[in-house]
């Protein structure tokens, strides 16, 4: 069973920045695909920046695209997105999540397989 542990949430005033962090008990290699995704309350969960582990360009929900940078150090199996220019419609919980197939996309939340507890992000006017 893989298990994520994310970190580094927390509560900021608008323009900030933040940096997560998720810890995957499994080589991330392991895994085709994995990424960051929030959830807002009484809103669907969403995909902010996933990526395939084997190569390519990140992939970036049109609203973060140039404030969220996703980072990735695979010797420690750990995945970062550090947040910048951060704005109160930014505010959610954020998780990681690793799918175990490659088919059908990279930003599905309902085809990835395993989740972390979730880290919650709150910005402030």
């Known amino acids: 069973q893989v298990q994520l542990v994310e970190s580094g949430g927390g509560s900021v005033q608008a323009g900030g920045s933040l940096r997560l962090t998720c810890t995957s008990s499994v080589s991330i290699l392991s895994n085709p695909v994995m990424g960051w995704f929030r959830q807002a309350p009484g809103k669907e969960r969403e995909a902010v920046a996933t990526?395939?582990?084997?190569?390519?360009?990140?992939i970036y929900a049109d609203d973060v695209k140039g404030r969220f940078t996703l980072s990735r150090d695979n010797a420690r199996n750990t995945v970062f997105l550090q947040m910048d220019s951060l704005n109160p419609t930014d505010t959610a919980m954020y998780y990681c999540?690793?799918?175990?197939?490659?088919?059908?996309?990279?930003?599905?939340?309902?085809?990835?397989?395993?989740w972390g507890q979730g880290t919650q992000v709150t910005v402030s006017s």
């Open positions: 990526f395939y582990t084997s190569g390519g360009s990140v």
């Open positions: 999540a690793i799918k175990r197939r490659a088919a059908g996309g990279a930003v599905a939340a309902r085809l990835f397989d395993y």
